[in-house]
């Protein structure tokens, strides 16, 4: 997250749904949209906005692809 390799973060997909979890290890479903914005159920509906290998989230954090 932000950039800190400490700080991970993961998206799976168990077949059926996708689910997020954050740095803090709360997880969330997850919805894509087909403009490719990312709505997280579970945290208050935050969107993210797909950049190339990055999601960034409306919370002004980002989520990097390692």
Do not use: P
């Not at 993961?10 to 403009?35: A, H, P, W």
């Not at 993210?48 to 954090?61: F, P, Q």
């Amino acid at each position: 997250m932000n950039g800190d390799h400490n700080k991970r973060t993961e998206i799976n997909d168990n077949g059926r749904e996708l689910q997020g979890k954050n740095e803090d290890g709360k997880t969330s479903r997850l919805e894509v949209d087909r403009r490719g914005n990312v709505h997280a159920l579970d945290w208050n509906g935050i969107t993210g906005h797909l950049r190339g290998n990055r999601i960034e989230w409306d919370n002004g954090t980002t989520w990097t692809r390692g």
